[in-house]
């Protein structure tokens, strides 16, 4: 969940004069309030140090953190790094992270892991916001143990880690210090309300191990996480994270109960999980405990969930509407079926679907430019690949088409325009 | 939504066709089956994967690319230009077959079909493949890339893949043009 944008805001401000008042700023001591806060829902055991037990929580919470996202390639050892993140300073990469001596933590002990996660500080250099410590600042002591129980019993691995291929001044690492004084805080906001058991324990799987704000929530000009817009969206990479708030879910139709069912099966009613959502599912999620899925919905929507919106009525011009019909009956009906109502196994449905429904077209126009790659999904389930259309409609066409799909389906404007769909087109990216 | 009648003209293996009242949301395979009785463009998956649906389209630029005809709508190819598989094999006045196309002479002499589904797929494909190379030659060196590159999309259930892949090499090879270096 690394997004370039991001690094780019928070590097960018550390080149800025600017920075020079921040440091000044009054300086947290560091304890984490969370940790306390969060307590009721973590480290379910107290397991004892290096016990089965405590290796087996780590591994679920490993997957919980996602640290495979990052740190393990599709064809590599896991946890041995190697995921590129590209960025227009350069290319990150993500570490190794297996007991290796050399190249991993092997040298580590648990203090040195639980202030790499707390504080996002090594035993040999500050680590980039890009790994989300903003996040995992709030992970208890006991489930920073418990991961860090698990990952030295994987099978150390000696590759190296990549360097990070960066610019300057984007290369110097110990600007993080100054970075980290206004902007690590010790706790997230939350955009949902709640009190309850599940909500909390929620709220720190959502919050400390899902890293749900790190890609959801928009970042200030320093390319810290604003904190008072937690969670409302927010286009980080080429498929923007859209808004998970609770007025935001109902808004596109989302209901706990297919929230849940998309978190464990990567497909719900409103559609199915693609961009950088499809790793999340795919190397986290999926693995969550039903109680625990339940927990992050429960706090994702709130103790007292909003009402799934209807989707509104829309009058639209009718020749604009009648153009992106055609288009539609032509190139999309065949998988997405005439009357929207996708086909099982094939195609997910554009009737109700929340990409759709999204006020912000960005990621509709994406995904029809672009397409989706096939994925394989939880079980048996998968779906194949959708195909851009960037090569086959031009900015007008795939404009009509999104109108089309935005009035009969989406309960949206049909005011998209060709400069839209111009602006979105990809220059560089992989299709 | 509503289902509406649209009337459809397009050019299919060289001749007019249309205007055909037909509704709007019909798929091209459904329209080359039940109202052209074109019957040997094949159904086989229905969701864009296997490919033995594919048609030819010619465009404007004299280029031509597969189409899946099971998942495009036949109102796609409005005022288009199409060949389908029964355009390829020369015929009389009358419509007999007089000559195969030399694709489809060299999947008969390699035996490159077994139940011979999917083999309209792959003469489309392979026409295309050679017609691309005809605008854009390759190198021998670059040649059995570029023809699993051609193919690849397409299944075949009963595996022949081999010998379809060598008898368009052969096609390929014998044909002057297609193969810079090409002895």
């Known amino acids: ?13 550390l080149a800025l004069p600017v920075l020079a008042a921040t440091l000044l700023a009054a300086c947290d001591s560091g304890s984490s309030s969370s940790a306390a806060a969060s307590a009721q829902g973590a480290g379910q055991s107290q397991a004892k140090p290096g016990s089965a037990d405590q290796i087996a929580l780590g591994r679920y919470l490993a997957k919980a953190a996602d640290c495979a996202a990052c740190h393990t390639t599709a064809t590599g050892a896991p946890f041995a790094g190697g995921v590129e993140l590209a960025s227009p300073f350069g290319k990150f990469y993500g570490s190794n992270i297996t007991p290796d001596k050399e190249h991993g933590i092997g040298k580590w002990n648990a203090d040195q892991f639980y202030k790499a996660l707390h504080d996002g500080v090594t035993p040999d250099k500050h680590l980039y916001p890009a790994m989300p410590y903003t996040s995992y600042r709030s992970m208890t002591r006991a489930d920073t143990d418990a991961i860090y129980a698990y990952l030295m019993q994987q099978k150390p691995v000696a590759v190296p880690t990549r360097a990070a291929d960066l610019s300057f001044p984007y290369n110097m690492r110990f600007g993080m210090m100054f970075w980290n004084v206004p902007f690590l805080k010790n706790q997230l906001t939350d955009a949902s309300s709640g009190k309850s058991a599940m909500w909390l324990r929620g709220q720190y ?4 191990l899902g890293h749900c704000a790190e890609c959801h929530t928009p970042r200030g000009a320093f390319g810290q996480l604003d904190l008072s817009k937690s969670l409302t969206g927010a286009a980080l990479g080429r498929v923007a994270a859209p808004n998970i708030t609770p007025a935001g879910l109902a808004a596109v139709g989302w209901t706990a109960a297919d929230l849940q069912t998309f978190f464990a099966t990567g497909i719900a009613p409103q559609g199915s999980a693609y961009g950088e959502m499809f790793p999340v599912v795919h190397l ?11 927990a992050v919905t429960t706090y994702l929507m709130g103790d007292q969930p909003l009402p799934p919106q209807p989707v509104k009525t829309i009058n639209a011009d009718a020749m604009e509407l009648d153009a992106g019909k055609r288009l539609y009956t032509a190139v999309c009906a065949g998988c997405h079926g005439f009357q929207g109502d996708g086909k099982p196994h094939v195609a997910v449905a554009m009737k109700g679907n929340s990409t759709v429904r999204n006020a912000d077209p960005h990621n509709l126009i994406v995904a029809m430019l672009d397409g989706i790659e096939a994925q394989k999904f939880p079980g048996t389930e998968s779906l194949q690949d959708m195909p851009g259309f960037a090569g086959q409609l031009n900015d007008k ?21 060709a400069d839209q769909v111009k602006a979105l087109r990809m220059t560089t990216a992989a299709h | 939504m509503s289902m509406t009648i649209h009337p459809i003209t ?33 159904l086989g998956c229905g969701q864009g994967i296997c490919r033995a649906c594919v048609v030819i389209l010619d465009k404007p630029d004299g280029s031509s690319e597969e189409v899946r005809s099971c998942i495009t709508g036949a109102h796609f190819f409005e005022g288009k230009k199409v060949r389908t598989i029964e355009g390829h ?16 002479q060299k999947f008969l002499e390699h035996y490159s079909f077994q139940c011979g589904y999917c083999t309209p797929g792959f003469v489309n494909a392979a026409t295309v493949l050679v017609e691309k190379l005809k605008r854009q030659p390759v190198t021998k060196a670059q040649l059995d890339d570029t023809i699993t590159e051609g193919l690849n999309d397409h299944i075949c259930r009963c595996t022949g893949y081999v010998r379809y892949f060598e008898a368009v090499k052969e096609v390929v090879l014998s044909t002057p043009g297609l193969v810079k270096d090409a002895k």
């Open chain 1, 205 to 208: 799987l959502s919050n400390a």
């Open chain 1, 1 to 13: 969940m690394i997004q370039s944008k991001y690094l780019r805001r928070a590097l960018a401000g």
């Open chain 1, 284 to 294: 986290s999620t999926q693995y969550l405990s039903k109680d625990d899925l339940t």
């Open chain 2, 89 to 104: 094999a020369q015929r009389n006045e009358q419509g007999e077959v007089v000559a195969l196309s030399p694709i489809q």
């Open chain 2, 10 to 42: 397009m050019h299919i293996n060289g001749k007019p066709v249309g205007p055909v009242p037909v509704p709007e949301g019909i798929m091209m395979i459904d329209f080359l089956h039940e109202y052209l009785d074109l019957t040997g463009s094949r």
């Open chain 1, 397 to 417: 066409e795939l404009a009509q088409l999104s109108n089309f799909l935005r009035a009969t389906w989406g309960g949206q404007p049909a005011s998209i325009t």
